[in-house]
């Protein structure tokens, strides 16, 4: 896990890519990692391996209350799975919660529609260590965003003639760079600039590159640097 928190750099990637290797370790037949927001309405991510959709692989309520309660994580045999749901398909279930310090951030889940009682001891020692990490990982990511663009409202890029000059920043490019200031998304910066999503990628592709930075917090970071150097 630390080896992918090292390599890969997108919260988006790193969870996709804990899930493949849990799913591997494991020997599971489908999976989900699942991080909600703050008030619990909407995903701020969600991962499947081997299902379509949410709709398909929906996580039983009486699982979700259940890890909740407990505040820990669970394997279930077959019969146990029966007593959720009656002539369920699934014959094993491996599931752990996301927390940080003892704040609910999300649910690892895993099973098997093919091999009863797959998953053992061992297998929830392991999700519950990996689901530490992405706790303490998701958290840190977060809270580093939201201090960096509730900062950055701050800043008047008026005022940024100097930075803009250094680094040759294009007109469009000050515009994008004012947009991802306030927050907005890629779709967002095309609607408002009238250009497609490919072109917002490659205006700020040329940002990154001559700021010698790799995302937007990164760029953030830079420009407030530079004010307060």
């Known amino acids: 896990i ?8 997108k919260p988006e990637i790193i969870l996709k890519q804990i899930l493949l290797k849990l799913l591997e370790v494991t020997g599971a037949q489908r999976g989900s990692i699942q991080i909600y927001n703050n008030n619990m ?9 081997n299902t379509d959709s949410y709709n398909e ?16 994580g669970f394997y279930l045999v077959k019969n146990k799975i029966n007593e959720i749901e009656k002539k369920s398909e699934i014959k094993s279930i491996l599931c752990d919660i996301v927390l940080f310090r003892e704040e609910f951030l999300g649910i690892i889940y895993l099973d098997s529609l093919l091999v009863e009682n797959l998953f053992i001891k061992d297998d929830l020692k392991l999700i519950n260590i990996i689901s530490s990490q992405i706790g303490v990982f998701i958290k840190n990511t977060f809270f580093q965003k ?16 100097s930075f803009f000059e250094t680094y040759n920043i294009t007109k469009q490019e000050k515009n994008i760079i004012k947009a991802i200031f306030e927050g907005k998304e890629n779709k967002c910066i095309s609607e408002e600039f009238f250009i497609s999503i490919n072109t917002v990628k490659k205006h700020i592709y040329n940002i990154y590159k001559k700021t010698s930075t790799k995302n937007k917090i990164q760029l953030i970071k830079v420009i407030m640097d530079y004010i307060n150097k």
């Open 2 to 9: 630390s080896q992918i928190l090292n390599l890969y750099k």
């Open 146 to 161: 939201e201090l960096l663009q509730k900062e950055s409202k701050s800043i008047n890029l008026d005022e940024l003639g």
């Open 57 to 72: 692989f929906e996580i039983k309520n009486e699982i979700i209350k259940k890890i909740k309660k407990q505040k820990k």
């Open 41 to 49: 309405d909407s995903f701020l991510y969600q991962y499947f391996y």
